[in-house]
């Protein structure tokens, strides 16, 4: 198995500009979440996902929104890129959402956003 | 809203010592307490976790105090090697019924100094 995937591992932004992060998974887990992480702040939830076709906001969603059409698959969007979106962004996946389901983290997307 | 609070934000330890590191948290809507480790470059992977009808609980060199009542937990690193020089993140989980979201600490850098 190839855990979780995430593509790509870096990207320079324009502010303005839009793109896609992409996040895969190939453990069959059914809950997917998308956090970034800044400097000295630890991670922060953006969205999460309980299923296909399932999403909800986290701490920290606006600017991002995301989409579960599949399984595997749980990409994030960033529509209109700022400044403030400069982060490295992890995608985890876990099989459920009690307390012994392990999180598991992909190895992120670096963003630079000038 | 900062629900987690994490201590200190670097740490310089010997080889051979202790490593302490503490967490406060804010409310009581929590059923797991994780600790993650990261490496440069690479996502979060958990380390050692602790359910709250639990005071303590040790796997290998690690060691999680966890005190309900003062909202705290610690983790403890002892015989501490330089292979153990990361990032630590402590983190609180909610229930299955809010997604099995992680809110974390603003984390810890650990040295081990050979």
């Known amino acids: 198995n190839a855990g979780v995937t995430q593509t790509p591992k870096f990207r320079i932004l324009k502010i303005g500009q839009s793109m896609t992060l992409q996040c895969t998974q190939d453990?069959?887990?059914?809950?997917m979440y998308w956090y970034r992480q800044d400097p000295g702040m630890g991670l922060k939830l953006i969205y999460y996902?309980?299923?296909?076709?399932?999403?909800d906001k986290g701490e920290v969603p606006n600017g991002y929104n995301v989409s579960r059409s599949t399984t595997e698959d749980f990409p994030l969007r960033l529509e209109l890129a700022a400044p403030s979106q400069t982060s490295v962004y992890f995608c985890?996946?876990?099989?459920?959402?009690?307390?012994?389901?392990?999180?598991?983290f992909g190895p992120g997307t670096r963003l630079t956003v000038t | 809203q900062q629900q987690v609070k994490q201590s200190p934000q670097s740490l310089i330890v010997q080889k051979g010592g202790i490593s302490i590191i503490n967490c406060a948290y804010e409310?009581?809507?929590?059923?797991?307490f994780p600790w993650y480790q990261q490496f440069p470059g690479k996502g979060p992977a958990l380390l050692i976790a602790?359910?709250?009808?639990?005071s303590e609980k040790k796997e290998g060199r690690f060691t999680i105090s966890f005190n309900k009542s003062a909202k705290q937990f610690s983790l403890h690193i002892m015989d501490s090697q330089p292979g153990d020089s990361a990032t630590y993140f402590c983190?609180?989980?909610?229930?299955?019924?809010?997604?099995?979201?992680?809110?974390f600490g603003q984390g810890t850098e650990l040295s081990v100094k050979p």
């Open positions: 983190a609180v989980k909610f229930g299955y019924n809010q997604g099995g979201k992680l809110i």
């Open positions: 985890a996946s876990s099989y459920g959402g009690g307390p012994s389901y392990e999180q598991y």
């Open positions: 602790i359910r709250p009808d639990v």
């Open positions: 409310n009581t809507a929590f059923d797991y």
């Open positions: 996902s309980v299923g296909a076709g399932i999403t």
């Open positions: 453990m069959n887990h059914n809950y």
